[in-house]
Nanobody
Framework: QVQLVESGGGSVQSGGSLRLSCTVS????????VGWFRQAPGKEREGVAV???????IYADSVKGRCTISQDNAKNTLYLEMNSLKPEDTAMYYC???????????????????WGKGTLVTISS
């Protein structure tokens, strides 16, 4: 059974940095697309960054140049390093996975099969 557990959220000031972690179990990275989505109050869940099943990172335009997604296979952990944070980055951040997705664009949230419970990121101005 695929399980995803996020950590690392918190409250920081605008311009600050955070590193989110997602511990994964129950699947093989090489066959899955895994990544980060976020949902702000009153808004639809949106993709932030994923590593597709071919191992390629894909980023939302809103975070390109500010965020880096990576994975440590030995630790079964996915990371999202976020820098130059803005108030509009405030959201609940979720780790998600789906088998076999690859492509040029972020997958829509509704194609992801597995979700963590989320970690809250709050950026103050």
């Amino acid at each position: 059974q695929v399980q995803l557990v996020e950590s690392g959220g918190g409250s920081v000031q605008s311009g600050g940095s955070l590193r989110l972690s997602c511990t994964v179990s129950g699947y093989t990275y090489s066959k899955y697309c895994v990544g980060w989505f976020r949902q702000a109050p009153g808004k639809e869940r949106e993709g932030v960054a994923v590593i597709d099943s071919d191992g390629r990172p894909i980023y939302a335009d809103s975070v390109k140049g500010r965020c880096t997604i990576s994975q440590d296979n030995a630790k079964n952990t996915l990371y999202l390093e976020m820098n130059s944070l803005k108030p509009e980055d405030t959201a609940m951040y979720y780790c998600a996975a789906v088998r076999g997705y690859s492509g040029e664009f972020l997958p829509p949230h509704y194609v992801m099969d597995y979700w963590g419970k989320g970690t809250l990121v709050t950026i103050s101005s």
